[in-house]
């Protein structure tokens, strides 16, 4: 089944959109998305860093204060003569204490506890350059401290403790996957924001353009009717005085010559009338819309045009009325009609009319010869016919009328089995 | 009754931390050694944790024998043998009652090297993120 329509596309400008679409892609989104998400990550990055030095130093202080509670504690204990086991079973359920030693001035260890077995990571590389340090384990970052005091008795130890740093992990793992959570939904919305922005300009592009070829078009048009009108203008001048010459001739010649005259004199009148229907054509077509039944319309179409061996048939889904051109929308169906009459020999046209939301559809289909691919690509053209004495302007009319009131027109055809006009116009 | 009064009250009374000073791994004093196993016990040697697995071991030059701290027996699935050649690095915690004993860090045993701690002497077997078991010819069993 061939299938025209009223517009047609071109792969040439398509092409270029395509390219344009690539290129615009690539400006509009990647690149503002990617300065978002690069702008996101370093800032993010330096909130983070700042966040945990922050917090590093909060737990030092506080593990220094833990450490000056521990050594004024540890100090009581041993004025009392604890033994070194005993204090530390005193500070055994601390959970955040990994570990700790006691150590005497010589810094020899003289107890320690841990919480893992044998697992009591001091060097005295570490004791000999600094008071604190880290060290990684599997068990998380441990704080370490190795500070001296003075116990009641006069005597310097030093105390050893590594202090689980459990809670900061959990608040960077916390702020790390905050800022993945984040991160992602930046992301998303950048995609959805841009992407929107994106198929809008595209759009707005798109329309531009359709509005320019239209505008050109149109201009086009303009001129090629003023020209035209002007020809046809100055044709039709001289073809009037031939019509009037045929006219005498025609009542002066001897009777031998009058159907030669009168040939002449139809020729002549065939060319006006050519003329009379392509100035018509070329007239931009000024709308008087007017609420009517359309029912009613076909009637009277039906009644201008009769052919014997063919039934027109009108089927309506309620009452449908219209606001429309009247006159107009009468002589592109009567176009439709006499084309569908003149292509079925015998059988029937069928016209069905029904409103959707607020158009009107009109179907108006025969059972007549239907036509080629190729002549229906060209149904809707200016002075293309399939018929001997045809000029090719009632579907090309046709069209123009049914445009002209914002509706579209379609055409589908086979060989030897009919065709059928589609029409949606609004106004329903 | 009056005896097994005085039983729970020594128990008690036993300090739950506090482990003999040379029994931590000492990062300042490892050494590697090799030689052939003598002996394989389990004994305990921390306070309430499971028994651990001690090898004793033949230094094949030096003829030295040195108790080696292995991890806890329920952890360690490879089989050792006596006169089997074993190389440990480990922290040599020697003093006083435990004379020549080595807190093994890491022990290569046929062809197979057995991670037990990281570099300052956290227990593989406490989990975390560290590395943990074998590596070598064989793969695929979890230690």
Known sequence: MARGEGTDGQKGETKRQAFLKKKDLFLFFFVPLLGIIIIFFFLSSINRAYIKSKVEDLVKEQLQATAEILKVNISHFLSENYSSEEIFRFYSGEENIYYMALLDDQKKILGWHSRFEGYLPLSQKDIGERESWTIDSPAGKIFNIFTPFQATDSNTYHIYLGYSLESLEEMIIHSRRNFFILFGIIVGIGIIFFFGIFQLQNHFRQKEKEAETERREKERYKEISAFTSGIAHEIKNPLNSLALLFELLAKKMPDEFRQDISLGSGEVKKISRVIDHFSASLKPLELKKEKFSFKGLIEDIQGSIIKEEVEIHYEEEGEVVLLADKGLLSQALLNLLQNSLEATDSGEIRVQAKKFRKNILITVQDSGKGMSEEEIKNIFDPFFSKKKDGMGIGLYLTKKIIESHEGKIECESRLGKGTSFFIQIPGG | ?143
């Open chain 2, 1 to 143: 009754m009056v005896a097994i009064m005085w039983i729970i009250l020594f128990l008690v009374s036993l300090p739950s931390f506090g482990q003999k000073t040379e029994n931590f791994y000492n990062v300042d004093q490892e050494i590697r050694i090799e030689g052939k196993i003598q002996n394989i016990v389990m004994e305990p040697r921390y306070k309430d944790k499971s028994p651990f697995l001690i090898v004793t071991l033949e230094e094949k030059d030096t003829k030295k024998l040195y108790t080696v701290e292995i991890s806890p027996a329920g952890f360690f699935d490879q089989d050792f043998h006596k006169g089997e050649h074993l190389a440990v690095t480990g922290s040599l915690t020697s003093s006083g009652e435990m004379e020549n004993n080595i807190i093994a860090r890491e022990v290569q045993s046929r062809g197979e090297t057995f991670i037990l701690r990281d570099k300052h002497g956290f227990p593989t077997w406490r989990g975390g993120k560290g590395l943990m078991g074998r590596k070598g010819k064989r793969k695929g069993k979890r230690f």
